[in-house]
């Protein structure tokens, strides 16, 4: 009994591969007589033929994995690949840089610890990338002496 016909047609109505139509043992009789994708379609809600399931690949590890890495961890030096930049954008180290430096720049003059010419100076050299970070120019203020008074920074 060749059964390959009905299974293409199966395999069209489901539309999957020929290969995971599986019919019932039980009704071989009554898939036999079926001639028309109507038939086959009318067997298919009795449940005589069916289709396989895809075998799939569990997620489980990859989820947890997911998980840890949202809390931090799984991000030490060994599991880096590629440089500093290209896991942290230059751009953005910089956005960061200059505007602490600003900030900084702006409370010591509302404090009016510095001058606003002094400000105005320092603003432009920040701009310029004079100084490598906030404790540099920090730094740089307080061997100058151009900070007044050294309030807790």
Request: glycine content about 8%; overall charge positive; charged content about 40%.
């Amino acid at each position: 009994m060749d059964l390959k016909s009905k299974k293409r047609i199966a395999a069209s109505v489901f539309g999957c591969s020929p290969y995971r139509i599986v019919f019932d043992e039980h009704h071989l009789d009554e898939i036999k007589e079926a001639i028309t994708r109507e038939d086959i379609k009318i067997l298919i809600h009795k449940g005589f033929i069916k289709k396989k399931q895809i075998k799939g690949i569990s997620k489980v590890r990859f989820v947890r994995l997911r998980e840890k890495k949202k809390k931090g961890h799984r991000k030490g030096h060994g599991s880096r690949k590629g440089k500093k930049t290209a896991r942290n954008d230059k751009k953005e180290l910089w956005i960061n840089r200059v505007r602490k430096q600003r900030v900084y720049l702006k409370e010591l003059k509302e404090k009016q610890l510095i001058s606003s010419k002094d400000y105005r100076l320092f603003y432009r050299r920040v701009k310029g990338g004079v100084f490598r970070s906030l404790r540099h120019l920090k730094l740089y203020l307080s061997e100058k002496g151009i900070k007044k008074v050294s309030k807790n920074g």
